[in-house]
């Protein structure tokens, strides 16, 4: 498997990925900051180097299936199981979250940035 390690000396860009990354795991407390994040994600994909491409896509999947997989849990709340359902949406989130900056303070891009799961 041909990993891409980040080489260059300027670490301004993955700074503004793991703010991103640290926004979205506020917005567990206080909700909007994740759309912050998102917004941050869309602005500076498109300048970004390559390897930080991949983390940008992963976080803008991250938000769009996160609310998606919300609004499902929070439907089913009238049936009890979108309270389980909603519980382990949060810990996908997390687990998303930590393992994406895990990858970047390595200086990886994210392997599998279209992926569903983990």
């Not at 993955?14 to 912050?36: M, P």
């Not at 929070?74 to 997390?94: H, R, S």
């Amino acid at each position: 498997m041909n990993e891409v390690v980040n080489t260059t000396t300027d670490p301004a860009p993955a700074k503004s990925v793991k703010l991103i990354y640290i926004l979205y795991l506020v917005s567990i407390v206080l909700g909007l900051t994740s759309i912050i994040g998102l917004i941050m994600s869309y602005i500076n994909k498109g300048d970004a180097p390559e390897w930080l491409k991949s983390h940008y896509q992963f976080l803008i999947r991250t938000f769009w299936i996160g609310l998606l997989y919300g609004v499902i849990s929070m439907v089913l709340m009238a049936v009890v199981i979108g309270f389980f359902l909603m519980l382990a949406v949060l810990v996908w989130f997390i687990v998303r979250c930590v393992k994406g900056m895990k990858l970047l303070d390595e200086g990886k891009p994210h392997p599998n940035p279209t992926g569903w799961m983990f």
